[in-house]
């Protein structure tokens, strides 16, 4: 079945970077979609950025020129590059997959899903 595993998340101070990865295994699809989310406790699940088979992305406007997706598909990993984060950048972040293209725009519905890492960024 498929599995995703994140992996990378911590306490960091504002302004510093941080590199999430989810390895992907399980699957044996050409064509996918996968998306980086998060969440803070009571609040519904925020979509950050999306990236297809053919490595076309689309990122949050919330996130965009500070956080970037990108994939190695010889390691079956998909990473969120994460810069001068901020407090409120702090929650669970979570990778998801998909087995169709992304569509157009940010991909916010998926099927798979990983366990989440905290990310916690202090002031």
């Known amino acids: 079945h498929v599995q995703l595993v994140e992996s990378g998340g911590g306490s960091v101070q504002a302004g510093e970077s941080l590199r999430l990865s989810c390895v992907a295994s399980?699957?044996?699809?050409?064509?996918?979609?996968m998306g980086w989310f998060r969440q803070v406790p009571g609040n519904e699940r925020e979509p950050l950025a999306s990236i297809d088979s053919d490595g076309r992305t689309s990122v949050a406007d919330s996130v965009k020129g500070r956080f970037t997706i990108s994939q190695d598909g010889a390691k079956n990993t998909l990473y969120l590059h994460m810069n001068n984060l901020k407090p409120e950048d702090t929650a669970m972040y979570y990778c998801a997959a998909d087995f169709s293209d992304c569509g157009f725009g940010l991909k916010t519905t998926f099927n798979y899903w990983g366990q989440g890492t905290q990310v916690t960024v202090s002031s």
């Open positions: 399980g699957y044996r699809y050409s064509t996918y979609c």
